[in-house]
């Protein structure tokens, strides 16, 4: 429960504790006829359901409209009902002026508030005509009470409602730094990451096909070659882990351009004509979704290249106001069920898990695969 809400129920309270002082001190405090006590706690006891079954949903709605300030009238007339048979439910003016303040603007509350003190008074007149100076000057005492009372009301409820709102915006604050923190660890261990591999695993397949090159420059060995390819099929993985772990890998280009370069630098290596074509409104992704997406369309090439034998392949970037779409067709002869289950596709369906992504892969021997990734805007 917010703290605006625990004054409200306190007010609740307050009104229903009221409304039972008075009605036992109808019952109990002598001097009045049996019909009178009767049509006093008829009116109390209709005057709590009325606020109980009208007045309070008005409050929680915070509806200052016509509906309550008729709720309003009809109480003050049971008021009046229960002052005019049992002087002494007066004092139930105490629960109905922060009613009023609730109910109606600070004005007509001001009016409502000055209208129902002048009720005793009026009931005084009918009994005693010639003797209301004194209850006109309780009367007035009442009215500035009850205003500043109820003005002091209007401002605790404010003030609650203020500190609600700033506890749920620190709230919201605190869970946005704890998110970027994680984001940022994140990606710094990334960054960590991709150094490594690039000082270590990358340079070591370098290192291994310039000394078998050098060896063997024409590489007439089968094993040699062989090495050679395996070391040089390694070097291009360690560069995709390096481009997919790195947040730097996007930070000199837009994710549309990065799938670009990788697509040129697929074609360059493979010997294989890669288009790549954008479209709808790009828009800015989050890191994590972009490196996704990229890794992707990293791994998808990078099959094709070893496993597809194909001829072309086409790469779409589809942006929508509800999602972005990577494909990455070719015209190979298909995917292998060995191949299917490798780790290069559970990679990335595992990447595409971890931002509410689905990745769909469609292979055919005679029309190729197609990969399918979409992520969620």
Known sequence: MSESQSSYWLWELFFAVTVVAVGAAVVIVDGFEPWRRVIALAAVGAMFLLHLLVGRPLIARDAENTAALVTLLTQLVLFGVAVWAVPLVTWLMFAVIPVIFQMVAVRLAII????????????????????????IVIAAISTGAGICIGLWILKT?????????????LEASRAEVARLSHEAGVAAERTRLAGEIHDTLAQGFTSIITLVQAADPALRDERLALAVRTARENLAESRALVAALSPTALASASLPEAVRRSAARFTEEAGVPASVRITGDVYGLPTRTEVVLLRAAQEALTNVRRHASAQEVAVLLAYSPSAVRLVIRDDGCGIKSDISEGFGLSGMRTRASQVDGSLAVRSDPDTGTTVELEIPA
């Open 112 to 135: 409502l508030v000055v209208v129902a003190n002048l009720i005793p008074v009026g009931v005084e007149a009918w009994y005693n005509p010639g003797d209301v100076g004194m209850d």
């Open 157 to 169: 409820l404010h003030e609650s409602e203020q500190r609600a709102t700033l506890i749920t915006e």
